[in-house]
Nanobody, 128 residues
């Protein structure tokens, strides 16, 4: 049984930082492209950042470039999202997701429909 579990969310002031973690079990982690998504109240889920199986290729939404860094540790089956210089508009539920991929190196897609395994989410709230 596949389990995806996020942690590390919380309440932080604008300009602060948080580090999210995601562990995945029940699958061969390095066979999967991984991604972070977020959803604010009343809004659609959007892709934040994704990373290919090798960890070499990253795709991020423009609004987080230069502030958020995605990384993975395949030996630990863990995905990370380092979030710096947080803004109130970053507030939302953050989800980790996994997508099986044939290719170790690829430009990953931020479309949620490409990802089949999802965690329950961790809340990030940024106060102004």
């Amino acid at each position: 049984q596949v389990q995806v579990v996020e942690s590390g969310g919380g309440l932080v002031q604008a300009g602060g930082a948080l580090r999210l973690s995601c562990t995945a079990s029940g699958l061969t982690f390095d066979d999967y492209t991984m991604g972070w998504f977020r959803q604010a109240p009343g809004k659609e889920r959007e892709g934040v950042s994704c990373i290919d199986r090798s960890g070499s290729n990253i795709n991020s939404v423009d609004s987080v470039k230069g502030r958020f860094t995605i990384s993975r540790d395949n030996a630990k089956s863990t995905l990370y999202l380092q979030m710096n210089r947080l803004k109130p508009e970053d507030t939302g539920m953050y989800f980790c997701a996994a997508a099986p991929s044939r290719f170790r190196w690829e430009r990953c897609s931020l479309s949620p429909t490409n990802f089949g395994y999802w965690g329950q989410g961790t809340q990030v709230t940024v106060s102004s």
